[in-house]
Structures are given as C-alpha cells and as structure tokens.
C-alpha cells in the first residue's frame, strides 16, 4: 500500500512536469500552492538564520564546526562532544542507548553522520550539549511562527487585492457580449463607455463587492508576531506600539523579557562548555553575540566615519 502511494505521487509529479514542459498554464491552485510555500519558506528561513547565529563559540577545535553544531542544536535539540582518535574532537548529532544518572542525563550515547560515520560512547568520554534548560529543539517554535506570519501574510495580500472592488455584471444571455465589451473599456480606464442603444438597462444589475481596508492594522499585527518571535530567541526588538517616543527607561524595561529568553540556551550551551573543558583540558568560551551598540561606541563609530 506504502509502495503504491509513493508511486502514484511520482507519477503525479511526473504528469506535473510533463504538463510544465507542453506549456500548460498554472492553475490558480497550484499558483496559490507555490506562494504559500514560498512564504513560509521565507519567514522559516529567516527565523532559522537568526536562530544560528545568536551564539558565539570561542577556542572551538578546528575540527569542530560552530555552523553544524548549531544546527544541530537547532534541530535536534542536542549535540555531542568527544574526541575522536582518527578526526579529533568532534560535535556531532547523536541518540541516547538508554541509562540515566541521577540527573536524568544519559549515560550511553551514539554520535552520528551522514556519511555513514558513528561512535558509541559514554558519559566518561564525551559531553552531551543541549539546546536549552527543558533539552529541546528550536525548530518546531519557529515553525509555529513562521506558520503564522506566513498566515497573516496571506490575509493582507488578499485584502490588498480586494481593493481593487471587482464588480459582478448581471444580465441576460442575449446581452452578455455587450456588457463584456462594457466592462472592457471600464478596466481600461476609458474615459467614456459606449453602449448600444437597444441595450437594456433595466436588465442590467451592477453589484460592487466593496472590502474594507484593514491590511495596515493586519501588517501591525504581524509586526507584533515578528518580535514576538525575536523576542523568544532573545534579540533586542521594540515590541511596544506607541506613537509617542520612548523614554529610555521604558525601553530598558521592554527588554526584560527579551534578555530573560536568552539565558535557558546561553546558559545550557554554558554548561555543557564547562563540562567538556573540564574533561579534555580546553577552554571554550559561549557568549551571546551583541546585536546593539552601546551610545559611547556609536558616537565612536560615527567619528571614525565623519573622519
């Protein structure tokens, strides 16, 4: 059964491509289909981007990739540190085999690559980082938000789109021809439209499917969102709707909540730095990369480009 689906899809997909190439038209599905897609592709990768960058690994082993350990982090929610006797240390996605400490932090442990690479090793010989204090993944809440603005997008194109009031033409059969011609030249933006004389009016009903515009206060919604979703990763955004300037101190305490979101991750990566440069004699450092400058290095900043 498994078989015959997987292959029904391929052959579907087949029959998609083959239409593509004969020169068959999108439909408004599958052009609909596609921008979704794009859409929440777009915010996703955006969301994840940030999300790998946030942390900064100092005296990290050459052999180590700052870049894959993140995205394991991001993925999977864990990543393993040990020492590889061919390949050096290493930070590598792996699975737990079973046996806890006290602590609830396994004592049996498999790294593992693509390339068909794996090591079984324990919690004597290697240190399990994790993504954060409740040993979770980051992809799924950033699914979610992309999930949604990529939602709110939608709505404001739609309404965007609805300002253009579309007018439904109702009239007999024997008159359509003549109302198309009419219609024609109304969304040609002629400036006089000619109808024939044995054209019946009465017959002829007009009705303006007018939409209200509500697409700036859709956008600031999705502002909202937006920082909702930097403010969980823990970058500085202004999360308040004032029309009004800011006082430094609300500002200060805005940021509270987005400083507060940063220590689970900083602190489990923290952890797990300790732990392995207790084990294998090596000082690796994890700091939160500075997404601001302060007011003394901007005005330093600012001579330097004035010179």
């Known amino acids: 059964m498994v078989i015959t689906s997987v292959i029904t899809l391929i052959l579907i997909i087949i029959h998609r491509k083959e239409g593509t190439k004969l020169g068959r038209k999108r439909t408004n599905f599958e052009t ?8 929440y592709m777009f915010y996703f990768n955006r969301l994840k981007e940030l999300a790998l960058s946030m942390f900064e690994w100092k005296n990290l ?37 079973g046996g806890f400490n006290v602590y609830n932090i396994p004592i049996k442990r498999r790294a593992y690559a693509v390339n068909g690479y794996h090591n079984n090793l324990t919690d004597k010989d290697s240190v399990i980082i994790y993504n954060n204090y409740l040993r979770l993944n980051s992809v799924d ?43 024609k030249e109304f969304d040609g933006n002629s400036p006089v439209i000619y109808a024939d004389r044995n054209l019946d009016l009465k ?19 999705k502002t909202q969102i937006w920082n909702e979703a930097l403010t969980y990763l823990g970058i500085s955004n202004l999360n308040i709707q004032k029309k009004e300037r800011l006082v430094a101190d609300e500002v200060v305490r805005n940021q509270g909540g987005t ?48 010179s």
């Not at 017959?203 to 919604?221: E, M």
Request: charged letters at 30%.
């Open 32 to 39: 609909s289909l596609a921008m979704n897609n794009a859409s």
């Open 61 to 97: 082993p050459d052999s180590c990739d700052e870049r894959f350990l993140e995205l394991a982090l991001f993925d999977c929610g864990q990543a393993l540190f040990f020492k590889d006797e061919a390949k050096g240390y290493l930070a590598l996605r792996c699975t737990v085999n």
């Open 141 to 183: 809440a950033m699914r979610l938000y992309a999930m949604r603005l990529w939602e709110y997008d939608c709505i404001i194109d739609v309404n965007a789109r609805a300002q253009k009031t579309p007018v439904l033409l109702h009239c007999s059969e024997n008159e359509r021809l003549s109302v198309l011609n009419a219609y």
């Open 203 to 221: 017959n002829f009903d007009v009705l303006k499917t007018d939409a209200p515009y509500i697409a700036d206060k859709l956008y600031t919604l």
């Open 259 to 306: 400083i507060a979101s940063r220590y689970s991750r900083l602190n489990s990566r923290r952890m797990a730095a300790e732990a392995i440069n207790k084990m294998f004699g090596l000082d690796i450092e994890v700091n939160f990369r500075q997404d601001y400058i302060s007011r003394s290095e901007e005005r330093r900043v600012g001579k330097e480009c004035r």
